[in-house]
């Protein structure tokens, strides 16, 4: 059900950026578990930035969840959104520890075109 979702293809482009800068892996440290919800389905996704590992399915070890669309996702991911007023409106919802969460524009930041000439 989760190849429909554009999030999927954004998670695959995430495990490439986290195993090709360990930088930025060592410097957010934590494990993060998304609940994505689209129109055509639903996908769980594990962000472990610990061991390196972004896969399909969730965390036992989450130490910040995150509910949003797939939709929104990607406006964060490509830093269209901003996460503070998805949060605001109720579109994005976090579990566990929020300043995790704040975190994770270093990693959408990496993610986007521009970042391949950008210092991280």
């Known amino acids: 059900m989760a190849a429909a979702l554009a999030s999927t293809e954004i998670f695959k482009t995430l495990a490439t950026v986290v195993k090709e800068k360990p930088e930025i892996s060592k410097k957010i440290n934590a494990v993060y578990q998304f609940n994505v919800k689209g129109a055509s389905g639903s996908a769980v996704w594990t962000v472990d930035l610990k061991n390196q590992v972004v896969k399909e399915g969730a965390s036992s070890s989450a130490e910040c969840t995150i509910d949003v669309s797939d939709d929104d996702f990607a406006g964060l991911t490509s830093q269209k959104l901003n996460a503070q007023t998805l949060f605001m409106q109720g579109k994005l919802k976090v579990k ?25």
């Open 96 to 120: 566990g520890n929020m300043m995790l969460a704040m975190k994770l524009e270093t990693l959408f930041k990496a993610n986007t075109p521009s970042a391949a000439t950008s210092k991280l």
